[in-house]
């Protein structure tokens, strides 16, 4: 079955500074890779998420690429704010199955 | 904006009682799942519910879970003689869409604590 590894567990960055969390995963047959932001004490919540189809894909402040051959996917926030802290989590799904959950990267932005 | 809500917010059982986890999905979603999260640790998928009976369920769901959807509105967990390990904090989203097509969309989660 999938596997999806996530990379780091946290990552502290100056705010305005760009972070970056990186995600493996097994299953060549997984198609969609979607990112959640879990706030303390709130459930994981969308943020962005591309199809195998793509490589790329932008919203803001928010980037995710995908590299089928290597079967890696990660996210990028540029010009972090002090909102950004929080843990994300990737994730990874065949068609029709179940997502598979990375551990999380706490991220931690520095005033 | 609609949203999935869960009740109770903590609760705290001894082992071997059952417990209950309520949820209210987003009215027009079709698709709904229990997830679980030990402190700490990575999101479990748990079961997905479709046209009132399991679509899928991991090796976690095992026969101490059921689920149910007594009427239009709840969804429910329940774990019949809990455990020490049930101990987590429990997820129940919603999507319109099956598979990995529709946007699942979380609740604020169900802490268990099991004494």
């Known amino acids: 079955g999938e596997n999806v590894e996530q990379h780091p567990s946290t990552l502290s960055v100056q705010e305005g500074d760009s972070a970056v969390i990186k995600c493996t995963y097994s299953d060549s047959a997984s198609n969609y890779f979607p990112w959640y932001k879990q706030e303390l004490g709130k459930g994981p919540q969308l943020i962005i998420d591309?199809?195998?189809n793509v490589g790329e894909k932008k919203d803001q402040r928010i980037a995710v690429t995908l590299n089928k051959t290597a079967k890696h996917f990660s996210l990028h926030i540029t010009e972090t704010q002090p909102e950004d802290s929080a843990v994300y989590f990737c994730a990874a799904s065949p068609v029709n199955y179940q997502l598979i959950w990375g551990a999380g990267t706490k991220l931690i932005i520095k005033p | 904006e609609p949203e999935v809500t869960q009740t109770p917010s903590h609760q705290v059982t001894q082992m071997g009682q059952e417990v209950i986890l309520r949820c209210v999905p987003i009215s027009n979603h079709l698709y709904f799942y229990w997830y679980r999260q030990i402190l700490g640790q990575k999101v479990e998928f748990l079961v997905s519910?479709?046209?009132?009976?399991?679509?899928?369920k991991s090796e976690i769901f095992d026969d101490q879970f059921s689920v149910e959807r007594p009427d239009g509105s709840n969804f429910t967990l329940k774990i019949r003689s809990t455990k020490l390990e049930d101990s987590a904090m429990y997820f129940c989203a919603s999507s319109l869409s099956g598979g990995n097509t529709g946007e699942l969309f979380f609740g604020e989660g169900s802490r268990l604590t099991v004494l």
């Open positions: 591309i199809r195998s």
């Open positions: 519910f479709y046209n009132n009976e399991i679509s899928e």
